[in-house]
């Protein structure tokens, strides 16, 4: 009886370990944070035909993104920068509510944070 | 001694005005991949420098490579996109006027960040062309030249839209710091 358990126990055991070994492939997409999938999100809604640009946009002389489609990035920017332990007053004080600085500082952060992620990968493997 | 003036003029205006510029390609499709070249050229009167990517082949960034799985194409400058991008471009076709080219490899002092050229220079356009995933079969109705719009040097529009997906350049830019977006939906 003794044996059996110890058997079963050693086979659990083994599972786990194997169990663990697929845990250790971490990919970029696995590793990023709720704040950053969503900063990811709101660049490929640009795409989506309600976000696309209106023929008045297109007639633009310029290539800033327009306002309005500068609008859909800012949550999730926001959100990006206050997970960092930003406060919102300091958001506030620091972009003046401009969303291009927003959206600016977002990326900057998205950008050393996926570097960090990817960094963190190599030297697992 | 006129033109060493100019040039140290230059030079320090550059300096001053040294931009974080970066351009980012995120390609959305899930059918086709990105072949194309990368350029950057001087807007501030005149087309020169006019710096693009020589591969020697096209740089591809393939289908469903962008910023939702980390695999989008981020190149910072000439130099450390060799060092950090995904899609590293060994070598850069460096215009100093329309009949001078010279083929500069990625970590040729010429065109180092800070330097004249880099610091002369924003991203601009983009010649590329989508083939089916995973092949070398191009749809040749999915193809064009993407870029700043109405801009001399290139004549790229910001906009192409085909039947087969779209694609737009945009930028987000905030006192010195520019980033060009090319999207492809």
């Known amino acids: ?125 | 001694m006129k033109k060493i003036l100019a040039i140290i003029f230059i030079a320090a205006v550059s300096l001053i005005n040294a931009q974080n510029l970066k351009l980012i390609v995120n390609n959305y499709s899930t059918t086709f991949d990105f072949h194309g070249t990368l350029s950057a050229h001087n807007f501030g009167g005149g087309c020169y420098p006019y710096v693009t990517t020589n591969s020697p082949a096209m740089v591809v960034v393939p289908a469903d490579a962008n910023m939702n799985n980390g695999n989008e194409l981020v190149y910072a400058n000439f130099k450390d996109q060799y060092l950090n991008s995904l899609y590293p471009n060994a070598n850069w076709v460096v215009q100093l006027s329309a009949t001078t080219q010279t083929v500069r490899a990625w970590n040729h002092a010429s065109i180092a960040p800070g330097g004249v050229i880099s610091a002369n220079t924003k991203w601009s356009s983009s010649q590329f062309q989508m083939y089916y995933a995973g092949t070398s079969t191009p749809e040749p109705s999915f193809s064009g030249l993407i870029g700043e719009p109405q801009d001399p040097c290139t004549g790229a529009s910001s906009n192409i839209s085909t039947p087969y997906g779209d694609v737009e350049w945009f930028n987000i830019t905030t006192g010195n710091v520019d980033y060009s977006y090319l999207q492809i939906y």
Do not use: H
Not at chain 1, 77 to 87: A, F, Y
Not at chain 1, 92 to 106: F, H, L, Y
């Open chain 1, 1 to 125: 009886m003794k044996k059996t358990i110890l058997l079963i126990a050693f086979a659990v055991v083994g599972l786990i370990s194997c169990n663990n070994e697929g845990a250790a492939v971490n990919t970029v997409s696995s590793m990023k944070t709720p704040q950053m999938e969503n900063f990811d999100k709101a660049f490929k809604s640009l795409g989506d035909p309600q976000n696309r640009p209106t023929e008045e946009e297109k007639k633009r002389n310029t290539s800033e993104l327009s306002d309005r489609r500068k609008a859909l990035l800012v949550p999730a920017s926001k959100d990006l920068i206050l997970s960092t332990g930003v406060t919102e007053a300091e958001l506030t004080r620091k972009t003046g509510g401009d969303m291009s600085q927003i959206i600016v500082w977002a990326t900057q952060i998205y950008m050393k944070k996926s570097d960090e992620i990817r960094k963190n990968i190599k030297a697992e493997n």
